[in-house]
């Protein structure tokens, strides 16, 4: 019994995350939503109390997705420069894989929603924010390597990096892909953010 209803929560976390793909722009209404799944909108909050709770089962499938996947990054790679990339990479790569997803990240499709899950973006940029600053850290100790531009900076301008990318797919109606041009520009970035330690 339990397995049905975490296969109906899911089912219904994935036709959120699909319209949230395919209305860019458009407000999503629990009605639509329950349309979608083909169930009435009392079978919808047995699920999930609120259109909120549904929105944070999303924002916390993008955490788990992501900060397992960068732990795992951090643990096997130790090259400080290709760490930065696989987790630049890695997230450009699941907002690409997850164009309804970016509608959150952006926090696009939150506008008249509760504040909390505008906060709970904002902490997820700032989770990423941090564990770049950790990866920058360690530079020095490692390879002897310091960033260009003090750590706090460097990894606030990776994070605005990825921001900007996520945005740009979302204001180009998931035209603009975020790894479209990304090997290039980071073979030109990564040379100009670590220098080594005496230069």
Known sequence: ????????????LQALA???????????????????????????YRHFPSKAKMF???????????????HRIVQDESDVIV???MILTLTLGF??????????????????????????????FDRIETQLR????????????????GT???ANYLLALLEGKIRQYVRTEFKTKPLQTWSEQWSAIA?????????
């Open 152 to 154: 706090s900076p460097c």
């Open 18 to 44: 699909a319209m949230l793909e395919s209305s860019p722009g458009a407000r999503i209404t629990t009605a639509a939503l329950a349309k979608e799944v083909g169930v009435s909108e009392a079978a919808l």
């Open 134 to 149: 950790q990866v920058i850290r360690e530079a020095d100790l490692k390879q002897s390597l310091r960033p260009v531009m």
């Open 56 to 70: 944070e089962g999303l924002i916390e499938f993008i955490e788990e997705t992501l900060f397992s996947r960068i």
């Open 1 to 12: 019994m339990t397995t049905k209803k975490s296969d109906r929560r899911t089912e219904i």
């Open 191 to 199: 040379p100009t953010v670590m220098i080594g330690r005496n230069e």
């Open 83 to 85: 760490r930065l990339e």
């Open 95 to 124: 907002a690409e894989q997850n164009p309804g997803m970016c509608r959150l990240l952006t926090a696009d499709a939150l506008a008249g929603e509760t504040e909390r899950l505008r906060v709970r973006i904002a902490q997820l």
